[in-house]
């Protein structure tokens, strides 16, 4: 699919590009470029449906890796479209342009990752009515802090255990259990 598709694209810098077999491919480019190729992609090369946009916080890197997810109508190719935004407060351009249901993708990446997106209409409570603390999907965002600080703990759970160490010795004593079971039937 690229070796096809790269030519008509030699506009744009492709930072980063990877085929996943016959029909899926990626392709990272700016993000100053990334509305421009988004809009040709539609309009000239027939990916007509916006998937899912999907965000990675690579808060080492500084960035949030964002993936526009394409498809043909078709359905026989599929574009992942890919750009690194600065974490720093970088807004985004809105899709819904090209796209009406980017509307829902970009509400979620504004309240769950504090993404700015420049043009939405409305990026007011999505789903986190009236969230006043760190977006939960950026990773300094501390669940556990959060949940200690915000709600009691029900008695009756004093005694909780480590679910891993429980299901450790749980296994441990099967185990045990089977090898004593082994060593008399021999």
Same mark, same amino acid.
């Given at each position: *699919?690229?070796?096809?598709?790269? %030519?008509?694209? +030699?506009?744009? =810098? /492709? /930072?980063?590009? *990877?085929?996943?077999? $016959?029909?899926? @491919?990626?392709?990272?480019?700016?993000?100053?470029?990334? &509305?421009?190729?988004?809009?040709?992609?539609?309009?000239? +090369?027939?990916?007509?449906?916006?998937?899912? /946009?999907?965000?990675?916080?690579?808060?080492?890197?500084?960035? #949030?890796?964002?993936?526009?997810?394409? =498809?043909?109508?078709?359905?026989?190719? !599929?574009?992942?479209?890919?750009?690194?935004?600065?974490?720093?407060?970088?807004?985004?351009?809105?899709?819904?342009?090209?796209? %009406?249901?980017? =509307?829902? #993708?970009?509400?979620?990446?504004? $309240?769950? &990752?504090?993404?700015?997106?420049?043009g939405h209409p409305s990026l007011g409570d999505f789903m986190l009515e009236g969230w006043t603390h760190t977006p939960p *999907?950026?990773?300094? #965002?501390?669940?556990?802090? #959060? !949940?200690?600080?915000?709600?009691? *703990?029900?008695?009756?759970? =004093?005694?909780?255990?480590d679910v891993r160490e429980a299901i450790r010795r749980r296994k441990e004593a099967k185990k045990a259990a089977a090898a004593? @079971?082994?060593?008399?039937? @021999?």
């Open positions: *699919m690229l070796d096809a598709l790269l %030519p008509q694209l +030699h506009s744009f =810098e /492709i /930072i980063e590009q *990877m085929q996943r077999g $016959e029909r899926q @491919a990626f392709v990272r480019v700016p993000s100053a470029q990334l &509305f421009s190729l988004l809009g040709l992609l539609k309009q000239s +090369h027939g990916f007509v449906t916006l998937t899912t /946009i999907a965000c990675a916080d690579w808060m080492e890197d500084g960035v #949030f890796g964002l993936t526009y997810v394409l =498809e043909t109508a078709e359905r026989d190719r !599929v574009l992942g479209v890919q750009t690194h935004l600065g974490r720093d407060g970088a807004a985004l351009e809105t899709a819904i342009p090209l796209w %009406p249901q980017a =509307e829902i #993708f970009e509400r979620e990446l504004h $309240e769950m &990752f504090g993404i700015p997106i420049s *999907m950026r990773r300094e #965002f501390d669940t556990l802090k #959060f !949940v200690q600080d915000t709600y009691e *703990m029900r008695g009756g759970r =004093e005694d909780n255990q004593a @079971a082994n060593g008399d039937a @021999a």
